[in-house]
């Protein structure tokens, strides 16, 4: 069983629109959670960090996380055609990725 | 404040030769960690240096190897290339607290081409 999972989509949203991106875990003592985007041929850069279950928002971009369940979820709302990359969740304590979720947002 | 540092950002080698790469993190990160990035496997963990030691390691040969230097800058090497290391190996620092890792910064990556 892979450690992080993700849908691989793509997933492709029209501007404007809320995009859903998923993610659960297998080690169920996770503490630390990380969502990333990556842009075609750039490293990946942080968008939010999540420790404690419910939502966390900032700005356009809300993570969820229950730990009960094992996933987090990143929701882009009034979703804009720069959003367009591929989205990586990480969970920590030894960092390892899921596979990510390519989101194209349609003008 | 500097970012992540990683040289050269790019290398071409020889299937055979080795490669070592370099990583200076974030001053005061003293977690670093590297990945190999290839277009069909996704971000895969090739291991983690704290405090010069070696705290977790992935999935990949003995051919890849890393270390840390007492200043948290830390290298990766590659010995007996083959053509499927062809990758963007990028590394990341991270802040230690407490009992878990901070947000984890991302160098530029580099790229090895194996021909």
């Known amino acids: 069983q892979k450690e992080v999972e993700q849908n691989s989509g793509p997933l492709s949203v029209p501007e404007g629109a809320i995009a859903s991106l998923n993610c659960t875990y297998s080690?169920?003592?996770?503490?630390?959670f990380f969502w990333y985007r990556q842009y075609s041929g750039k490293s990946p850069e942080l968008i939010m960090s999540?420790?404690?279950?419910g939502d966390k928002e900032d700005g356009r971009f809300t993570a969820q996380l229950n730990k009960a369940s094992q996933y987090v979820s990143l929701l882009i709302r009034d979703s804009q055609p720069s959003d367009s990359a591929t989205y990586l969740c990480?969970?920590?304590?030894?960092?390892?990725f899921g596979a990510g979720t390519r989101l194209t947002v349609k003008p | 404040k500097a970012g992540v540092t990683q040289t050269p950002r790019y290398l071409i080698k020889t299937r055979g030769q080795q490669v070592t790469l370099s990583c200076s993190p974030i001053?005061?990160?003293?977690?670093v960690s590297w990945y190999q990035q290839t277009p069909g496997q996704g971000l895969q963990f090739l291991f983690e240096?704290?405090?010069?030691?070696?705290?977790n390691k992935g999935n990949f040969p003995g051919r890849f190897s890393g270390r840390q230097f007492s200043n948290s800058r830390s290298e990766m090497n590659v010995s007996t290339l083959e053509l499927g290391d062809s990758a963007l190996y990028l590394c990341?620092?991270?802040?230690?607290?407490?009992?878990?890792?901070?947000?984890?910064?991302f160098g530029q990556g580099t790229r090895l081409t194996v021909v």
């Open positions: 990341a620092s991270s802040f230690y607290r407490g009992l878990m890792n901070t947000e984890a910064f």
């Open positions: 080690d169920r003592v996770s503490q630390s």
């Open positions: 999540i420790y404690s279950n």
């Open positions: 990480a969970v920590k304590n030894d960092m390892r």
């Open positions: 001053s005061g990160h003293r977690s």
């Open positions: 240096y704290f405090s010069e030691t070696q705290r």
